[in-house]
């Protein structure tokens, strides 16, 4: 609910702080002292339109800070933003002169659209003209659903659950159905494109091993030359020159006799040996590579076929034989789905249909509880606008199938609210009621009978009093006194004895000080509620019989005031 409203520098208000409290509030005054100002001043953290024309003459800007109490809606909506939930709720709006616009939740940055959003959850105002709920019909469907209480809400999730469900498939069904031509095309294409890269059967690796091996073969007859030159000088004897290896094997005879002559020859001897040994083991190595080389040039033919393919298909799949691999895997995957497509569709066509015939039998079955909630609301509703002397009015909730039978949250049919106020007239929308004064209590009643229903905790009635009187009066005020024992109700009112049911009374008085026009709020003592009430019966506190009027308006209404 409501607690707190700060207001400075709006229209006729200068610098104005209201602690507001549960049950029913009253805020009185004479015309033009400004009550509706403070509603259009909480209306701006509820996310109405704002103007600068709303700033008091001569500020540079206006500012609105309302403290609210949470409830499930609100934490719910400030945890889905990312702002902190704390114990309570701060809405603050600034308008200034140059036509910026700042809001804030919490001390946090917001939109006027997340204002307005959470202001859904928070107040409801009525005024003779309009409501933020009732007047549109695109909610009653959802006030009908919660008067129809737990079971039958229960029914409505089933309902909607199976339109997502089947919603679901049938954009997945209508993905499968996309143009069959494409589709072709595309399979065409896959077919080749799997075809050519699993013809090659490429390797991990395979082409830096063959650049290698291109590398070596082309280089052929100059490692041949190479070869041969070092078996020559390590193993042949030619011009007279003894080979290196018996020259090798010579020095290695003379060693081992020179270190049995001196013993501390024989580790260097030795060295020389294993030296000796090795060129030996290296000679024979050098001669079988020599021997293993290709004769022929066909080889290296092949080597760059190769080469030429794998670069080909680099060309097209990817800058590695992995990556073309990787291309290979997922083109199989989407050919296999778009082959499978024909199958998935069908299996899919028929999930739709056992589905939509789910949704048919709920939907069946929500459509006759909502008729028996329907007709439940339209006797209490009726019941009570004849409490408020409207007893020759029609409320009913009128069904209009909607256009496509097909699977949709919500179900089957689009509800609406509509009114006959008088004996033999034709039922209207409630948007189209003409008289304010039958539109004000109609609010009121339906507000009654939904009270429980509705999560709004704040409901404002501005002026819902206008063109009554007497007895329905007296009923009017019982009936928001009774509201106000479920939601907290703040009602801006003319007339007395309604004023009289409040359980706080404001009263909102204009003045002029140092030349300006200013608006001040005052919560009225329970003699001062005395006094108000008797300027509203139109007397003065000098006037002894208006004056006891008004106390006796207060015993009849169980009021404290004295």
Not at 51 to 59: D, P
């Amino acid at each position: 609910m409501l607690t707190e409203l700060q207001i400075r520098d709006f229209a006729l208000i200068d610098e104005l702080e209201l602690s507001f409290y549960s049950g029913f509030s009253v805020l009185s005054g004479e015309t033009g002292a400004g009550k509706s100002i403070i509603i259009d001043a909480l209306s701006l953290l509820l996310g109405e339109r704002a103007s600068a024309e709303m700033i008091r003459s001569g500020a540079d800007s206006t500012r609105v800070s309302g403290c609210f109490d949470h409830n499930s809606a609100s934490r719910a909506l400030l945890a889905e933003w990312g702002i902190p939930v704390e114990e309570q709720l701060v809405i603050t709006r600034e308008i200034n002169a140059n036509g910026r616009n700042k809001c804030w939740i919490n001390g946090h940055m917001a939109t006027v659209g997340q204002l307005g959003e959470l202001g859904h959850w928070l107040v409801d105002i009525v005024g003779q003209h309009d409501s933020q709920s009732l007047l549109d019909s695109k909610g009653h469907a959802g006030l009908l659903d919660s008067f129809g209480g737990q079971a039958h809400l229960e029914l409505l999730n089933r309902v909607d659950e199976l339109a997502n469900q089947w919603a679901a498939l049938r954009s997945e069904l209508n993905r499968l159905h996309r143009d069959e031509r494409e589709r072709n095309r595309r399979i065409d294409l896959l077919t080749f494109q799997v075809e050519e890269i699993s013809k090659a059967a490429l390797q991990a690796g395979e082409d830096e091993k063959l650049e290698v091996e291109r590398s070596r073969l082309a280089n052929l007859d100059r490692i041949r030359q190479s070869l041969h030159l070092v078996l020559d000088v390590l193993g042949e004897s030619y011009d007279g020159r003894e080979s290196l290896l018996n020259c090798l094997s010579t020095m290695e005879a003379e060693l081992q006799r020179a270190a049995a002559l001196d013993p501390a020859l024989e580790p260097l001897a030795q060295r020389f040996i294993g030296l000796s040994i090795e060129l030996h083991d290296v000679y024979g190595d050098f001669r079988h590579y020599l021997e293993q080389l290709p004769a022929d040039h066909e080889r290296l033919n092949e080597i760059e076929a190769r080469l030429t393919l794998v670069e080909g298909l680099k060309r097209k799949y990817g800058s590695t034989v992995e990556e073309i691999q990787t291309y290979l895997q997922e083109a199989e995957t989407e050919l296999n789905s778009l082959k499978n497509a024909t199958a998935q569709a069908d299996g899919i066509e028929r999930e739709c249909r056992r589905l939509e015939e789910m949704w048919l039998q709920e939907a069946a079955a929500l459509t006759e509880s909502r008729k028996q909630a329907a007709s439940r609301l339209e006797q209490q509703v009726e019941a009570e606008l004849s409490y408020l002397s409207m007893g020759n009015t029609r409320f009913k909730v009128r069904f209009t199938p909607r256009p496509a039978n097909t699977p949709a949250a919500g179900g089957r049919e689009e509800v609406e609210f509509m009114l006959a106020p008088n004996l033999g007239e034709d039922l209207k929308p409630l948007a189209k009621i003409a008289s304010g004064g039958e539109l004000s209590r109609v609010m009121l009643a339906i507000k009654a009978v939904l009270a429980e229903a509705e999560q709004t905790p704040t409901i404002i009635f501005d002026e819902i009093d206008a063109g009554i009187g007497g007895r329905t009066a007296v009923n009017l005020g019982e009936k928001l006194l009774s509201l106000s024992r479920l939601r907290q109700v703040l009602c801006v009112t003319h007339l007395p004895v309604v004023a009289s049911f409040g359980t706080q009374h404001y009263s909102v008085q204009k003045s002029s000080q140092q030349g300006r026009t200013v608006v001040r709020v005052e919560l009225l003592s329970p003699e001062e509620r005395v006094e108000e009430l008797t300027r509203m019966l139109g007397g003065s506190a000098q006037e002894r019989v208006t004056l006891e009027h008004a106390r006796e308006l207060l015993k009849k209404t169980g009021s404290k005031a004295l």
